[in-house]
Nanobody, 124 residues
Framework: QVQLVESGGGLVQAGGSLRLSCAAS????????MAWFRQAPGKEREFVAA????????YYVDFVKGRFTISRDNAKNTMYLQMNSLKPEDTAVYYC?????????????????WGQGTQVTVAS
């Protein structure tokens, strides 16, 4: 199992930006497809974005396209989520995920390793 630690969350005004980081414990980080999910109170965990092992392919849910950018630095064992033009509806706990065990990068059940989450709150 790979250990994941998210950071970078906080309180921001609508229209502002945040950059989330996900640091992995293992050098085998570079082998993994990685993803960001989020979960708002009372809602199910939902897919936000994913990146292939080398960052060559990226995937986004429609409601963040053009606003969020996923990236990774395998030399630093770290994945990022740059979030711009934030909206109050983006408020959630954001989780990074790794160690994909089955097809379907947008399904939380496809990932075996999770971080503890970082809170993002967007004020209107």
């Amino acid at each position: 199992q790979v250990q994941l630690v998210e950071s970078g969350g906080g309180l921001v005004q609508a229209g502002g930006s945040l950059r989330l980081s996900c640091a992995a414990s293992r050098r085998t980080f570079s082998r993994y497809t990685m993803a960001w999910f989020r979960q708002a109170p009372g809602k199910e965990r939902e897919f936000v974005a994913a990146t292939s092992w080398n960052g060559g392919s990226t995937y986004y849910v429609d409601f963040v396209k053009g606003r969020f950018t996923i990236s990774r630095d395998n030399a630093k064992n770290t994945m990022y989520l740059q979030m711009n033009s934030l909206k109050p509806e983006d408020t959630a706990v954001y989780y990074c995920a790794a160690n994909q065990v089955r097809e379907g990068y947008s399904d939380p059940l496809s990932f075996a390793s999770w971080g503890q989450g970082t809170q993002v709150t967007v004020a209107s």
